[in-house]
């Protein structure tokens, strides 16, 4: 059975970080793209980021990049998303995917075949 656990999640203050960590058992996934993606309230999912099966390629939702860093680690088959400057407009589940396509990389949550539960980032202003 395949499981993907997020962790890291919570409230901080706006200006602030967080660090989300997924851990994924049951298989591995280090041929396939894993990343982030997260649900406003009142939004669709949406995609955050994610990172080809190496690391050499990473693709970012808008305006996200330069906040906010993915890296994994396919020996432990973790997937990290580093989070800064956080604004309130960043509060939402966030979700861990895996299973996706790396060439190219992609932005649809239909292209991700597994998905963990979720983890609530909240910013407060």
């Known amino acids: 059975q395949v499981q993907l656990v997020e962790s890291g999640g919570g409230l901080v203050q706006a200006g602030g970080s967080l660090r989300l960590s997924c851990a994924a058992s049951?298989?591995?996934?280090?041929?396939?793209?894993m990343g982030w993606f997260r649900q406003r309230p009142g939004k669709e999912r949406e995609l955050v980021a994610v990172i080809r099966w190496n690391g050499d390629g990473t693709l970012f939702g808008d305006s996200l990049k330069g906040r906010f860093t993915i890296s994994r680690d396919n020996a432990k088959n973790t997937v990290t998303l580093h989070m800064n400057s956080l604004n309130p407009e960043d509060t939402a589940v966030y979700y861990c995917?895996?299973?996706?396509?790396?060439?190219?990389?992609?932005?649809?949550?239909?292209?991700?075949?597994?998905w963990g539960q979720g983890t609530q980032v909240t910013v407060s202003s």
């Open positions: 049951g298989r591995t996934f280090s041929a396939n793209a």
């Open positions: 995917a895996a299973g996706g396509p790396n060439f190219p990389l992609r932005d649809g949550e239909r292209f991700y075949q597994y």
